[in-house]
């Protein structure tokens, strides 16, 4: 058996999925979570003791069946074209008049329909009553009361459903006591005739003049709009969709709704409202949202936690933030490993390649990388907080209202912040997106929102350079993307995508505590995948490029600093592209640009690889390659002071901007479908890269040179200059106020 579960966004539908299935799909607060259908298997014994199964898809969040978004059209063709055994509306019984707009449109089919009554404990909690008998005699089909978060009375839903779809279902539809009965019923009748699948349904669409119905009945359609001709009698054109419309939300508040709620507060939805008052407000939303991404940034990364230094309470070593803490315990477990491992090497006689290839290429590799792990859980943890309780949708609202302006809409922002996580879901969401310009356009910025392994670049580079206020640096390094982001939306929009026009339909979902259930899937697939990297991608990587550094092109072993490694001759013979960027330009250089090349497998594997590198050369003076000592590869930068704090910016600029991996390549060609705009998105992405780069180095090598006094004279007499002629283009082309205005308006 194939069951379908189909409701609107936000009313507990993945939830309810990952209840029955056991299965770790993502569980959001915002619209557009689910691109795809997913599917998974409940088992349950029958009364045979015998354990069976069914499949269960999770369809994509939809408002109705008509074809306004791509989430709808997919639901509408799995239902039609795929045919489920059974379809699990689920309904967010906190709003029963939206919800249940889709549930007319599902009765309509002739598939059997259990509507799971979802919430039912906030509904409880709030003091109100819904009498879930009462509404299955009203809507025909039975009726179940849940709480999918907290796994309530699923069993007896499941129950139900098996017990139901051997029960045949045939479409209905409440027109037939409205004033439309008539039509309705001609309508049916010719759709009848041609033996369609589903009469009722398409009988109604038809009516509304459904764009894929009139598609694929043309011959049909051209019957039925001469049904309407004679029913209008030559009067105004009747909109049919508005008024059929109309007519489902009468039915359900007129005849459906008052039966089934007893009493209906809302207070969960009136204590939102309040809440919403400041972090949505126009004024404050934005700086209170700032506020918040630097708190999270701060906790994760500041070692002067409390602020107690920079208020002079204690004079040296602040209290450092749990980030660093639990980075510190990594630290330090992972001394002891690679101590005993070298131990263990050296008293089994091994080889010194042998040693060096374990220790100081992949030990050395993957450990660099580890020690960020407790501060990439820390993000997604504080993200998933943000997301579980409501607050994301609420930041997709803020800033749909400011980036409007700039050619972005709220629609596409959301797979954008879910670029914060990883690029390669991100691009996957753009899916949602109705017009293939917004599409194309949203996919070409997400990368420019620094992804979860990015940030273990800002957390390696930032503190060797800016030590005292890395937690601000790393701060303005997302909000920077952002703005990137921006100007790229602005500059695109203007040449290659004219045109772009979206609306945004956003459900604000009442505010609920995280769940501990939903943030622990979430931790444990981002740990899952950060892993499966370290293990697979980074560790073959820096046993790559250890061989590369310690081996010449005869393959002969040299040592790892030497002129003649293939890595150096390959790293020095591109790094003049790099030179212009500033983080080119000393003798050991080249081995940024061989950890930037590195990156395009991984972003972690930046980190991996200058651990190998620059490990090799000792962390100081006098000391040397074969030292074990496990300071981490920031000591090892800041020793030897590979950066200056231009050089640094201009590193990490470029590493945010650029391809992300081929990961996301591989993504960004599966879902452009074009080989040609492929191309152009990659281009894109090194040249918005370089650009950038280049511009903020020279710029601050200008900064540092330039002669303020004449600097600031110099841009008032440009300022005085440029506003003349403003003033008097614009009093010339000031309009006279004259009657011959074709406009009408004399202005």
Partial sequence: MRFAIAGNPNSGKTTLFNSLTGSNA????????????KEGVYKFRNKANAIEKVNIID???IYSLSPYTPEEVIARQFIMDDKPDLIINIVDSTNLERNLYLTTQLLEMDIPVVVALNMMDVIKREGSIIDSEALSQKLGVPVVPISALKSGNIKSLMERCIEYVKTPHKGSSFLLRTPLAEQYEKVLELVNEHNIKHPVFHAIKLLENDSIELMHNVALSAHIQNLKLAYEKNEKPFDYEAEIADLRYKFITDEVKPHAVKVFKNSGAVSSAKIDRLLTHRVWGLPVFLVLMFTIFHIIFSDDFLFLESLGIVKTGGLSSPGILLKGYIENFQDIVMSQTDSLLESANAAKWARGAIVDGLLNGVCSVLTFLPQILLLFLSLSILEDSGYMSRIAFILDRILKRFGLSGKAFIPMLMGFGCSVPAMMGTRTLESVKEKRMTLMLI???SCGAKMVIWATVIPAVFK????FVIFCIYMSGIIVAIIGAVALKKTVFKGIKSNFVLELPVYRYPRLKSISLQLWEKLKGFLTTVTTIIAASTLIIWFLQNFDMSLNMVAADSDSSILKTFGEAIKWIFVPLGFAQGPDDWKLIVAILTGLLAKEAVVSTMGVLYKANGYGPGEQADDLSNEKVTMALEANAVFSPLSAISFVVFNLLVIPCFAAMATARSELKSAKWTFFVILF?????????FLVYQTGVLL??????????GLFIAGVILFSIYKRKSKKNKCAGCDKCPMGTKN
């Fill in 26 to 37: 993502h569980v959001g607060n915002w619209p557009g979570v689910t691109v795809d259908k």
């Fill in 59 to 61: 369809l994509p969040g």
């Fill in 447 to 449: 990368p420019f929102f």
């Fill in 468 to 471: 005292d206020y890395a937690d």
């Fill in 685 to 693: 992405w090194l040249a918005t890269a370089w650009i950038t780069s």
């Fill in 704 to 713: 540092k040179t330039v002669n303020w006094v004449n600097l600031i004279a």
